[in-house]
Structure formats: structure tokens, C-alpha cells
């Protein structure tokens, strides 16, 4: 039991730092570079997401291997995945607005993004690929949310800075933003090799 | 915008390529173009898929167009983008096994591609067969041509080479620079240091032509 747990944080970490997807595998950039401006949405974007990434993680590794793989057709994968997704930002949007009002008003718009952001689709598609347990693909969904929200908040809190920089202006906006993305990315590369899973 | 039937069909490819290109422009649809552009050859098989699924989704649209009630119109190009991009995957397994055990992921992550939906929903459903052909076709050539653009870059001075697709299975390796590259190019960090670069590059070079139009249409004006 004890080793199914260092397994469990092994997997966690090494998805969130050594495998982050926004600086290693290159995902989820559209929204990463859309709400990272501000310290306020980069916050609010990433409590969603890691909520979205773990749901959606399990249901559709309960579809995956309860209703996929014994009828031999997961060769429709992408097709499924992305109607779970969709359904499932529907229905928690639904739920989020007659439970919680307030939160909905706060978060709902990061709701209604999520559904078209690539690493919420990556994960079902990467755990069905690695064959993740059950318990596993949850701690890949934890561990790379985490890893997201970690980016985004980095990004936000040196963008709120950049604003008062002197940016030569081909470079203001994006192009900066990409190039500071880089430098962390860099960092990043120093955490791999940390664990050998 | 019933003023898009009377552009042309050049202009509405010229469009896609020049003024809203996707990436350098929009800035959409980032994720492929610094995952898979540290070779050459990568970027131009991960270019030609988002090109073949442009064009087939907005032709698919745009022939249902009279067909979808509006207010269903989204899970459906979702479904038609899935299902092209899943055709996409297989045909890619079958012809270039050994690029698609590369780039296989971001394949299949073309379905949550901003850019595909966006042209089905602002231009296929509302355009006939022609326009919408033309303005995927567009799209998807000022796709390849970042992709390419981006991995020529990066290829080149991280690994003084350019590995050229002559075929699907085969290609052939080109070598510039046999002195150590720059190996910081073709590492994840270097993918979006290109990116900043080249789109710092393209908003220089947009800038100059707007400032050289206003230039001579300032005289005019008097």
C-alpha cells in the first residue's frame, strides 16, 4: 500500500513539474497566454481548472474502459472525449449557476473557456494511452491541473510587473509573453530527472 | 458580412494566409506550433493535417449549412471536426507511422483547434461551397506556412540541419552547420523563443507596410 502511494506522488509531481504541460508539452497555450494578464482570473481560472481536469478525468476513464474497450471501438476516442468534455462543462455550468450563484458570476466565464482548451482533452486521451488506473488517471488529473494552475499564476504575477517594462514595440504583448514563457520554460527543464518513474 | 461573396476567391485564400494569419496574427492554435516544430519536417506533416481538416470541416459545413438549426450548430461542427480529425489520425498511422508516433498527440488535439471551429462557425455556415473551400484552403496554407517558418528556424540553428520530407515514409537530411548549433533552439524553451521572435519579426514587418501605405495615401488625401 504504502509503495501505491509513492507511485501516486511520483505521478503527481512528475505531472505537474517535470511533465508541465504548459512548458514542456506545450498545451493549453491559447488559454495560457489569454487569462494569464491578471493575477485575479489566472486565480479563478485555475481553481476551474483543476476541478474540470479531475471530474473529467473520471468519467471519461469510467467510459473509456467500461464502455470503449469492451466494445472495440476506441478508435472513437477523440469523438467521445470531447462530447464528455462539452457535456460536462454544460452540466456543471448548470449545477454551478442554480447552487452557487456568486461563484458562478465569478467563475462561470472560465467555465464556458474550458471546454475548448486542448489539456482538459489531453488528459483522457494520455490516460487512455498509458493505461492509467482508475486512482491514477485521478492523480494525473490532479497533478496536471496543479501544474497549469502553477503556470498560469508564475506568468500572471511577472505580466502584472511587465506592464510597467520598456518593451521595444514589435515585441509589446505576445511576442514578450512568449519569450518570458521561455525563460521559465527553462527553468522548468532543470526539474527534469528529479524522478525516474 | 454578406460582403465576404463578393471578395474574391484569391483574396479570401491571400486573407487567411497574410491578414489573419492564425498563429503570428490570431495567436491561436499555439500549442502544435512550439510541440512539434523542432524538425522541418514535423512541422510540415503537422501543418498539412491541420490544412486537410480546414478544408474538408469548412466544405462539410458549409454543404449542411441549410440543414443545421442554429441552435444545435455547435455539438455538430464539434462532431464533424472530430470526425475529420479522426480520419485525419488513421490516415496519418497508416502512411507516416513513424511521424505520427511524434506528433500523434497533437493530431488528435486539433479538435479543440480555436481556429477550425471559428471559420466554421463565423465563415462555412454562413458562405457557399466555393468561399468556404477557398477561405479553409487559406487558413490552412497560413498554418503550414507558420508551422514550416517556425521549424525551418528552429531546426536550423539548433541543429544546423533540415531534415526535408521527400515522401511520406522517407526524407532526406540536409546538414548546413557541422560546428556545435545553437541546442537551445530545439528545446521545449526554445520553441517559444522562436515563436516571440518570428511573431515580433511579422508584427515589424506589418508595421513598416502600414506605415509605407499611409505614406502614400497620405499625399492623396489633399
Known sequence: MGHDFTKLFELIVSASLINNFVFTRFLGLCIFFGVSKKMETAVGMSITFISVMMISAAVSWVIFNLVLVPLEITFLQIIVFIGVIAGLVQVSDTIMRKVSPGLYYKLGIYLALISTNCIILAVPLINAEEKYTFIQSLAFGLGSGLGFALALIIMASIREKLELADVPAPFKGLPMAFVITGLIALAFTGFSGLITL | ?222
Open chain 2, 1 to 222: 458580412m454578406s460582403s465576404h461573396s463578393t471578395v474574391s476567391l484569391k483574396d479570401q485564400v491571400l486573407n487567411g494566409i497574410i491578414k489573419e494569419n492564425t498563429i503570428f496574427k490570431l495567436a491561436l492554435s499555439l500549442c502544435p506550433s512550439i510541440a512539434v516544430t523542432n524538425s522541418l519536417k514535423n512541422g510540415i506533416f503537422m501543418g498539412g493535417a491541420v490544412l486537410f481538416v480546414q478544408v474538408m470541416v469548412n466544405t462539410t459545413i458549409s454543404l449542411m449549412r441549410n440543414v443545421i438549426h442554429p441552435k444545435v450548430r455547435l455539438p455538430i461542427f464539434m462532431l464533424v471536426i472530430s470526425g475529420w480529425v479522426t480520419v485525419t489520425q488513421m490516415l496519418m498511422a497508416a502512411l507516416a507511422p513513424e511521424v505520427n508516433a511524434k506528433v500523434g498527440l497533437y493530431i488528435a488535439l486539433i479538435v479543440a483547434f480555436a481556429s477550425i471551429l471559428a471559420r466554421a462557425e463565423m465563415f462555412a455556415s454562413k458562405n457557399s461551397l466555393l468561399p468556404s473551400m477557398a477561405d479553409g484552403l487559406g487558413m490552412g496554407i497560413g498554418f503550414l506556412f507558420a508551422l514550416t517558418t517556425i521549424s525551418f528556424f528552429r531546426e536550423l540553428v539548433g541543429k544546423g540541419s533540415l531534415t526535408v520530407p521527400t515522401g511520406l515514409a522517407t526524407d532526406h537530411v540536409f546538414t548546413f552547420i557541422n560546428t556545435k548549433p545553437v541546442l537551445l533552439m530545439i528545446l521545449p524553451a526554445g520553441g517559444f523563443f522562436a515563436v516571440g521572435i518570428l511573431m515580433a519579426g511579422f508584427n515589424w514587418i506589418n508595421a513598416r507596410a502600414a506605415a509605407k501605405a499611409a505614406a502614400k495615401t497620405a499625399p492623396a488625401a489633399h
